[in-house]
């Protein structure tokens, strides 16, 4: 990381107002030719830009942010430019000619990670608030990004070192009559700490929130599946017709509701003998998608769905259609009667099984390393012998380390910046 980089970090142009970000050690150099001169630290200047050859670029609002303080621990200039795509393609070429190189996605976040401006799980919080559609994932998303999880794993840290150090005392100075045996307390402080552990691991996970509430829609051809999913979604997403079997693919759609994030998922009609090969390949996908379900909603005879599914008495305006002695909703996506009644059922189950506002949620890779952590405490109060007690803790603590990125591979890196655009 020994290049200085650059990179236009709000939107695409043309815009009112281009920011360029360049980050490393040779900054200061790149204002100077473009500028004139350094400005007065952190404070925005109006200053007249100049490539090389003394041509006027722009006249901007820059900012000159010397190093370690910064956002990414190193130098830092912005320039406020004029958003045109003119004006940007001038300034990067200017740039480029006093040896600056573009930046990669993810670089300058990256350079944060590096310079410990922030660590691996603050990265991952601040990936998925870049990518937050809803107000629950921003909120969550802000709390990873914040710290929150960041000084609860050191907090555990810090009482595994000391649940080491009594450890290490015993190994030491065994001989020593009041050192010579763990303290009587020693297994109930990691018991404890595997409770807090486990409070956090039943927590809902990232990825719900991420993904969304899957809804599965269910039942026989001709049910409505595909009319109240497009009622659902507020969209004409899914083709309807009174043939049997229209729809023959599993058909999703996301969706928003009341700032909670869900999937909706339109499913072809399930039936023992599909009409061709085709609908049976939509019917078999329809069952796989009945056990990838948060919910279904069962729109076929009552009691023929699967278990915990809710009963939906569809085509509430139809006197023909097949009434249900007990559904949870009776509707009609045509008159719209009962669908906001579903909605808002479905948005207070979906906030039930998403973390709670504001609440730090754990990834698949999070909550692995956690899982571990607490395993490897369960291990160091089942076994008597201090040498094994001592390596337990370790891996703990190294269970810790991973998840804040004292310890961690360059692929795993590679992943988790990618996710970043280039920029930021």
Do not use: Y
């Not at 069952?287 to 948060?294: K, S, Y």
């Not at 139809?318 to 509707?331: E, F, G, I, Q, S």
């Amino acid at each position: 990381m020994t290049d200085t980089i650059f990179a236009l970090s709000s939107g695409a142009p043309p815009a009112a107002i281009g920011v360029v970000r360049i980050s490393g050690s040779r900054a200061g150099e790149a204002l100077i030719t473009l500028a004139g001169a350094l400005t007065p630290p952190r404070h925005a200047a109006f200053r007249r830009l100049r490539d090389r050859a003394g041509a006027v670029l722009d006249e901007a609002l820059v900012l000159w942010l010397p190093g370690p303080g910064t956002a990414t621990g190193e130098d830092t200039v912005e320039l406020h430019c004029h958003g045109g795509r003119a004006v940007i393609a001038a300034v990067e070429t200017a740039l480029e000619a006093c040896g600056l190189r573009r930046a990669t996605a993810g670089e300058f976040t990256r350079r944060a990670f590096a310079h410990g401006r922030i660590d691996l799980a603050e990265a991952e919080g601040l990936a998925d608030l870049l990518a937050a559609e809803t107000e629950l994932q921003r909120k969550s998303a802000l709390a990873m990004a914040g710290g929150a999880f960041s000084r609860q794993v050191e907090l555990w840290r810090e009482r595994v070192l000391a649940a080491s150090a009594a450890v290490e005392a015993v190994l030491d100075f065994a001989d020593e009559d009041d050192v010579a045996v763990l303290p009587d307390d020693f297994a109930a402080r990691l018991e404890a700490l595997e409770g807090e552990i486990g409070e956090w691991l039943e927590r809902p996970r990232a990825e719900a929130l991420r993904e969304g509430f899957r809804v599965v829609l269910a039942g026989p051809p001709n049910a409505g599946k595909s009319t109240l999913f497009n009622a659902l979604v507020e969209s004409e997403a899914a083709i309807t017709a009174p043939k049997a079997g229209t729809t023959r693919d599993v058909l999703t759609r996301p969706v928003a509701i009341a700032g909670v994030p869900f999937l909706f998922v339109d499913t072809a009609g399930l039936r023992d003998e599909a009409g061709d090969a085709i609908e049976a390949v939509g019917v078999e996908r329809a069952r796989d998608e009945l056990g990838q379900a948060d919910l279904v909603l069962w729109l076929g005879d009552e009691g023929g769905g699967p278990e915990a599914a809710w009963e939906v008495e569809p085509q509430a305006d139809r006197a023909d259609r097949t009434t249900k002695a007990a559904p949870r909703h009776r509707v009609s996506a045509v008159t719209g009667q009962g669908v906001p009644e579903l909605r808002a059922d479905l948005v207070a189950t979906a906030r039930g099984h998403l973390p709670k506002p504001g609440e730090a949620a754990l990834n698949r890779r999070q909550h692995g390393l956690l899982a571990q952590a607490r395993a490897a405490l369960a291990d160091a109060r089942s076994v008597r012998d201090p040498l094994l007690v001592a390596e337990n803790l370790r891996r703990a603590r190294l269970a810790f380390d991973a998840m804040i990125g004292r310890a961690t591979t360059e692929d795993m890196l590679d992943a988790l910046f990618g996710r970043f655009c280039i920029g930021k």
